[in-house]
């Protein structure tokens, strides 16, 4: 048919990497059938479709990446690309062929596609070509330096367009794009931005956007600008300070980044005590506030305090840091220095004493003068004194006498305060002595060391301070007059040694408690005797006496007990410790005289000592012996609970029970008293006290249970369980005490049950619980294992999850106390659809020679039915099938050649198909007469050339049945319409019964007729009459109703035979 008609144009648009339809359009009532459709690019041929005979094939660069969408109800025709390349960028041709054309009819249609592919997202990097990371910080950069940014965008078509933003505000850069040979190009934007204050933190975006783009892809980086100070303020010394105030000068640097470097100078000394806090503000800069403290003193007044300030953008620039100065007002009170520091001078004498001092303020507010620092009236006493105001601050002393003898001290004052005193002036004035008693041992003195003490009568306030006579007085009375030589002549004479001894001073030899007392003297120089002296006394230590003991007379365990250490004389000084002893041992911890043992126990029955002692040495000490009683306690007493098992060899109780003096045991049962008896027997010993446990005197006594005297030799579960109780007597230090126990006969797991012990679930269903339970006491716990496995804890066996048919098989129960385990079990049948595989197995030669498929499945329930399929047909021939495998013989023919398909069957469902590939020619060539080389060389070369083709072909099969194997039963493969390299489905898919040609080759297609083709068949689709679709969707009903027959059997026999009913012979397998 010749090509004529209209032509149709049309423009389309696509995006590289996606899909694209291309449009045909179909007009079937006014051109009638389509012989063909082909597809073109220029003058290469990419897409043909046939009707008749069938054929969908891609071509060149468009195989293997077409979807062909066609319908007869329809007027267009889509043919699906992707994904789509650069590349495939131009005009198109579709070609229609119709039966019945004429010029009406739209036989050329042209489609003008262009592609555009989406721009690569930002990269950013420095002017020299380093990269910078998206979304990071990029600096810092110094204030005023320019930062240089490139931009680019790479493999946008038509090529991106490049910006820059700062916030949403567009900036100008440098634009420039490069173009590549496949119509993509790169948009590349330079930015160069002298940086401010204002560009810390800020962030500079990157966009890039064309055509084939709803929003643009961005980059973008945060700037980090390091900036100067912006002011410095140095406050704190505003107003006068006082010494010893802490002062608190304050530096604060606002604006910089990266953080201010704050330096304290006094004068020209830096200072390192400085604190300095830093501090994020609002605009990314630091606040450092530095702070130096310290104590002021008179020293800091008008001294000038230097605050500096860099970072490294100043260094950086070469300049200075930035000064502010801050200069004290230290107030401060006045330094007073007096002169001249000593004078002597004789009674009615006028002394003058200068006051000399420095203070800020200056102006004087007060003045005092001291006498050995008692304030001298100055202002009451005209006529003593003069001057010593705060306008003549020197003292006038008039008319000098012995009360004006002292140390001088002058004290002035501002409105800071007063003065303090650094030196004195002293005035010596004659007058009579007033003395001390001064002993050469300041300590007291042992008896037992027998020393020589000398007394001392020290002239306090005299001038001249030299003694001439001395007296001595003990308790008040006059003991002697020194020296003796004086007025008694006739005893001694002038040359006597006594007469040449210092009178100032007293000898007692080999002291003793006696010289015990209270020492005065009186002392006698130019100016006569002075008054006596206040008393000093000499102690004189000596051991204490004897000691004896209190004690109570009744000592009780567990109680108090206080020792009292009583002495008669307790020495000099009174003996404060003792020493106590617990037999020989020395109880270090105890110093007092009375000792609290608190608790009594068994240690405490012993010897008592105590020795008082002092520093001189030990008294005569006391001991006494305590003997210890205890009331009735436990030691070990019966457990709340005993349980013992109904077939133990020995049972036994036991209790001990603490009392002295002795006291003994009854046992009870149920309230009732227990003697030696036929079914029981006691025994009772005394146990001596245990120093190791701290345990006195006890008894113990033990219950025993005569079981051979028991009916079997064991105990009765229900008759032997009672209370048994362990109660002692009293004694004299208290009542008896009693225990209790329940006695319980005890025996190991028995009776056990399972609430379900066959069990049909199919896999990837939730099983039923099952419930095991054990009679047993105590209660027993239960354990669930799988193959040796523990899978649960507890009585309930609960798998709530899909249980797939690895875990299908016996779980066992397992009810276990102290005594003993008991087993039970349950079954799990788990049933799933058929899997299958395919062998090949070739064998015999020449006209015997044979192919043997062999199907085999796995599948529960095990009856299973098979089917065999080359491509559509089905299979009926040659085919043996026994349980769980079906064998296909073929013939070792070229007409055996092809893709086989396995079905399996069971009341379950149907498996998922598998398939082999026939492909060899062992045999066929063995069936060749030997005497025809020619006829065999031709059929040889046939042979080849037909494997070829059937290869691509099987190869081309190959790739759609992997592709529906991806896809199983219920669920659908991601796009429709049919695709130019499928697979044959199943007959039961209605999309698929269009009789399936698997891709002839288009050059070995007929010239179309003349006229329409019209078909002799009404129907346009084939069946075979031997295929139930209903019937393999879900099994055979033959078979599914014997399955599930089967099933059911077997279970009723499981559940008889845990019953113990006889059940008919075990079936055959």
């Known amino acids: 048919m010749p090509r004529e008609g209209k032509v149709q144009r049309d423009d389309k648009t696509g995006l590289a990497g996606e899909s694209v339809s291309l449009y045909c359009e179909v007009d079937r009532e006014m051109c009638g059938n389509v012989h063909s459709m082909k597809w073109s690019k220029g003058f290469k041929r990419l897409f043909i479709y046939s009707e008749d005979p069938y054929v969908e094939n891609a071509e060149g660069s468009f195989l293997g990446r077409t979807i062909f969408h066609y319908s007869n109800e329809t007027k267009n025709s889509t043919l699906e690309v992707f994904p789509m390349r650069i590349e495939d960028e131009g005009e198109y041709s579709c070609e229609i062929t119709f039966f019945n054309a004429h010029e009406g009819c739209a036989m050329v249609q042209y489609v003008n596609l262009t592609i555009q592919a989406l721009p690569s997202y930002p990269q950013l990097s420095f002017e020299d070509g380093s990269r910078v990371q998206n979304a990071t910080t990029v600096g810092p950069f110094d204030e005023a330096e320019v930062l240089i940014l490139n931009c680019e965008s790479s493999g946008g078509k038509p090529v991106a367009q490049v910006t820059w933003y700062n916030g949403s505000h567009p900036i100008a850069g440098e634009y420039s794009t490069i173009m590549d040979e496949d119509g993509t190009g790169t948009g590349t934007n330079v930015l160069r931005l002298p940086l401010s204050r204002a560009d810390l933190g800020t962030t500079l975006t990157c966009e890039a956007m064309n055509e084939a783009m709803d929003s643009p892809h961005s980059a973008f980086v945060t700037v980090d600008v390091n900036v100067p100070p912006l002011s410095v303020i140095a406050s704190g010394a505003e107003s006068p300070l006082h010494e010893g105030e802490e002062v608190t000068l304050e530096c604060v640097a606002r604006g910089a980044r990266p953080k201010a470097i704050i330096t304290w100078l006094n004068g020209t000394v830096p200072v390192k005590d400085a604190v300095t806090e830093v501090n994020m503000e609002t605009d990314n800069t630091y606040e450092s506030r530095s702070r130096l403290q310290f104590h002021a003193t008179r020293f800091e007044n008008e001294r000038t305090f230097t605050c500096e300030v860099t970072n490294v953008v100043l260094e950086n620039r070469n300049q200075k840091p930035m000064r502010r100065e801050v200069t004290l007002d230290v107030r401060y009170v006045p330094i007073v220095k007096v002169r001249p520091e000593n004078l002597t001078v004789n009674e009615s004498m006028d002394v003058l004493i200068f006051c000399q001092y420095s203070a800020n303020p200056s102006q004087l507010t007060h003045v005092h003068w001291y006498q050995d620092l008692r304030q001298v009236d100055v202002a009451g006493q005209p006529g003593k004194y003069g001057n010593g105001n705060v306008d003549h601050p020197s003292l006038l002393i008039k008319n000098t006498s012995s009360s004006d003898m002292g140390e001088y001290t002058c004290r002035v004052s501002n409105e800071v305060g007063a003065s303090r005193v650094i030196n004195s002036a002293y005035v010596s004035v004659l007058f009579r002595p007033q003395v001390q008693v001064v002993m050469d041992r300041t300590e007291p003195v042992s008896e037992e060391d027998r020393v020589n003490v000398t007394l001392i009568c020290e002239a306090v306030k005299a001038n001249p301070v030299e003694l001439v006579r001395v007296r001595w007085y003990l308790q008040g009375e006059l003991l002697k007059e020194l020296p003796e030589c004086d007025g008694n002549a006739s005893l001694y004479g002038s040359n006597s040694e006594l007469c040449d001894i210092d009178p100032a001073r007293m000898l007692l030899e080999n002291v003793f408690k006696d010289f015990h007392g209270n020492y005065s003297c009186e002392g006698m120089n130019e100016a006569g005797w002075g008054p006596r002296s206040a008393d000093a006394e000499l102690v004189v230590h000596y051991a204490p006496g004897p000691a004896f003991i209190n004690k109570p007379s009744y000592v009780k365990k567990g109680t108090s007990l206080e020792l009292t250490c009583n002495v008669e004389d307790p020495g000099r000084p009174a003996a404060s410790q003792f020493r106590w002893f617990r037999g020989s041992h020395l109880v270090p911890d105890v110093t007092t005289a009375t000792w609290t043992i608190n608790p009594v126990s068994l240690e405490t029955e012993d010897n008592f000592t105590c020795v008082p002692f002092n520093v001189e040495g030990e008294g005569e000490r006391a001991t006494v012996f305590i003997d210890v009683q205890a009331a009735p306690v436990f030691i070990d007493r019966l457990p709340p609970y005993y349980g013992a098992l109904m077939s133990a060899k020995r049972v036994s109780l036991s209790c001990r029970v603490e009392c002295s003096p002795l006291c003994s045991i009854e046992w009870l049962k149920n309230d009732e008293p227990l003697l030696n008896d036929t079914h029981y027997s006691i025994s009772t010993r005394r146990l001596p006290p245990d120093s190791s446990s701290g345990d006195l005197e006890s008894v113990s006594s033990e219950l025993t249970w005569r079981m051979d005297r028991w009916p079997g030799g064991m105990l ?169 495998e079906s064998r296909l013989r073929l013939p070792a023919t070229s007409e055996s050649l092809g893709t086989y398909y396995c079905y399996v069957n069971n009341t379950l469902g149907e498996s998922i198909p598998c398939e082999i590939d026939v492909t060899g020619v062992a045999g066929i060539i063995e069936k060749l007469a030997d005497d025809n080389l020619i006829v065999i060389s031709a059929i040889v070369a046939a042979v080849i050339v037909l494997v070829i083709i059937i290869c691509v072909v099987i190869i081309v099969i190959c790739r759609r049945q992997r592709h529906a194997g991806k896809y199983p039963e219920g669920s659908k493969p991601p796009s429709t319409g049919h695709k130019d390299n499928g697979v044959p489905s199943s007959p039961d898919d209605d999309t698929n019964k269009q009789t399936f040609y698997e891709n002839l080759p288009f050059h070995g297609m007929q010239a179309p007729p003349n006229k329409p083709f019209k078909s002799s068949l009404d129907g346009g689709d084939m069946e075979y009459a031997d295929v139930d679709y209903a019937t393999y969707n879900y099994g055979p009903i033959p078979y599914k109703a014997a399955s599930v027959s089967n099933a059911e059997e077997k279970k009723a026999e499981q559940e008889a035979e845990m019953k113990g009913v006889p059940v008919r012979p075990p079936r055959k397998k």
């Open 716 to 884: 009765d579960r229900d008759l032997d369980n009672a209370n048994y109780t362990c109660n002692s007597s009293g004694n004299d230090a208290g009542p008896g005490v009693i225990s209790h126990t329940y006695f319980r006969v005890e025996y190991p797991p028995e009776q056990i049950v399972v609430s379900e012990t066959y069990i049909q679930v199919g896999e990837g269903e939730i099983p039923p619980k099952v419930i095991c339970n054990a009679s047993s006491y105590p209660e027993p716990t239960y354990v669930w294992q799988h193959a040796g496995q523990t899978v649960s804890m507890g009585a309930v066996l609960n798998m709530d999850y899909p249980i797939k048919r690895s875990r299908a098989g016996e779980y066992q129960c397992i009810a276990e106390n102290r005594h003993g385990e008991m087993k039970a079990a349950t079954n799990f049948d788990v049933l799933f659809k058929p899997e299958c595989k395919i062998d090949r197995e070739d064998g015999g030669s020449g006209e015997d020679a044979h192919i043997l498929l062999i199907c085999r499945a796995a599948a529960n329930p095990e009856e299973v039915a098979f089917r065999w399929r080359l491509l559509n047909e089905t299979l009926t021939q040659d085919i043996t099938s026994e349980g769980l």
